[in-house]
């Protein structure tokens, strides 16, 4: 059975961001998908996912969160 290179403790990863302020971790060995942008590059597993969860503390995509900030005014 293969295993999910996304769940590999021992790989290197990228954070990637996207214009939705969307976060991700990605296999340094895979080209970065159009429309992402490196934020962190050549991190442990674990560090990625420490900063994404330190970084990504609004869920919302971004055109959602502005929408519903201007709401609220």
Do not use: K
Not at 36 to 61: C, K
Not at 66 to 71: P, V
Request: proline share 7%.
């Amino acid at each position: 059975m293969a295993t999910n290179p996304f769940d590999d403790d021992a790989a290197t990863f990228h954070v990637l961001v996207n214009e939705e302020r969307q976060f991700c971790i990605w296999p340094v060995f895979a080209d970065v998908p159009t429309g992402w942008t490196v934020v962190r590059a050549d991190q442990p597993r674990a560090d990625a996912l420490r900063y994404i969860e330190q970084t990504w503390t609004d869920m919302r995509p971004a055109s959602l969160a502005t929408a519903m900030d201007g709401l609220r005014r």
